[in-house]
Nanobody, 126 residues
């Protein structure tokens, strides 16, 4: 699976952005997907997750209520709608896929993922 993110930009605090992640290959619908982010000098951190069956979701506490993860399996595309952005949301955002048919519980850990995109920069000014 190859993943390509887009949609990152410079935005003022309180603004919104929608990130997209397009996956190559077939069977996108059988992959759970996650979003992570990494700020300069910090470890990569979990942002959001969506399962491959039923589409249930989970979020980091820091983004809950502000960010929404979704997927369009017909378009092989994952989204992250980000509202009420804060300067501390500034980071490179990555989409990632764990192994096919993943049903595990450790989806908040980078080690659970086999495939990563190249990242897209989100900068929130105060």
């Amino acid at each position: 699976v190859q993943l390509v993110e887009s949609g990152g930009d410079l935005v003022q605090a309180g603004g919104s952005l929608r990130l997209s992640c397009v996956a190559s290959g077939r069977a996108f619908s059988t992959y759970a997907m996650g979003w992570f982010r990494q700020a300069p000098g910090k470890a990569r951190e979990f942002v959001a997750f969506i399962r491959w069956s039923g589409g249930s979701t989970d979020y980091a506490d820091s983004v809950k209520g502000r960010f929404t993860i979704s997927r369009d399996d017909a378009k092989n595309t994952l989204y992250l709608q980000m509202n009420s952005l804060k300067p501390e949301d500034t980071a490179v955002y990555y989409c990632a896929a764990p192994p096919q048919y993943y049903n595990g519980s450790y989806y908040d850990r980078p080690i659970a993922y086999d495939f990563w995109g190249q990242g897209t920069q989100v900068t929130v000014s105060s």
